[in-house]
Every structure is written in C-alpha cells, then in structure tokens.
C-alpha cells in the first residue's frame, strides 16, 4: 500500500496549482479564509510531510515540531522567507523554498498602474462618483495631471 505524503497548504490557493497537489499528494487545505492563529497553526500541520505556508505564516521551530519528524520541507507560497525560521529549520533537517521573480513584472505593472491612477485622480473619483456627488461635467472637477512629458524619477529599485 502507497503512502502518498500529506501537504498542509495554510490557504487556498488558485485552483490550478491544488489540481497539481492533489494529483500526487493528499493534500490538506485550510478551511479559513485567513491566517491561522498559532494554536490554529500548529495542529494543523499535524502529520504533514510538506507545509505551503504563506508569507502571513511564522514557521519557526514549535510549527516545525507540531507538523513531526517526517516533515520535509516548506514551500513558502511567496518572493520572501523572513517568516520562516530557517536555523530551527536547519537543524530540523527540513528544506525552505520560496518563489522568487514570480512577482516581477506584476509589481512593477501594478506601480504603473498607481502612477497612472495617482496622476488621474482614479480613485478619488470613483469614490466621488460611487458617493453620488457626480451632478455633471465641471471644467476643473477631479482634475488630474497630465503625464505626457513629465520626468519621472523612481527613488529604488525591485528587481
């Protein structure tokens, strides 16, 4: 009789990549549409072989211990890993990974999209509208700023 390993996913994740964990692993999807508690936390990665944590998750030595020894590894589903305890995992013997450069390019469409929206009052007047204060067209209402030959500086730098 085939074990398959148990993966303990913290929260849904689109439905495409559940379809691949269920194909080959059995796999154990929080309920909660929100972080987990630490008590919520670490009974249910009880028996888990794989944790797919989120960068909400603290995975630090007292999750590691609560998923068992035959844990080995947590994927954590985001760019960064400063929410994991990577010395307790060490010493647990149990592999971290996390998802670098999938962001890239949607953070910086995303900071597009802001300065675009910043300089065309997007939000305010939608707030503006959805409120019912629109009464008609007014030469100077929600005036933004026009973009075309501006210079823009950008102060940092992601990747």
């Known amino acids: ?24 692993f059995e796999l154990k999807v929080s309920p909660k549409a929100r972080v987990l508690k630490p008590a919520e936390l670490l009974g249910f990665v009880k028996g888990a072989h794989a944790i797919l944590s989120q960068l909400t998750d ?27 305890d990577l010395e307790a995992a060490r010493k647990r013997k149990v592999i971290v ?10 953070v910086a469409e995303h900071a597009f999209a802001l300065l675009m929206s910043a300089g065309r009052r997007v939000a305010e007047s939608d707030k503006f509208v959805r409120a019912g204060k629109y009464k008609g067209w007014e ?7 026009e973009l075309m030959g501006k210079t823009l500086g950008i102060l940092g730098l992601g990747r």
């Open 58 to 84: 603290k995975i630090d030595g007292k999750v590691l211990d609560a998923a068992g020894p035959q844990l080995k590894i947590v994927a954590n589903y985001a760019v960064g890993f400063d929410n994991i």
């Open 97 to 106: 990974t996390n998802t670098p450069g999938v962001l890239t390019e949607a």
């Open 139 to 145: 030469p100077e209402l929600l005036l933004g700023q």
């Open 1 to 24: 009789m085939d074990i398959k390993f148990i993966v303990a996913a913290t929260r849904k994740i689109p439905e495409a990549g559940l379809l691949l964990l269920r194909d080959k």
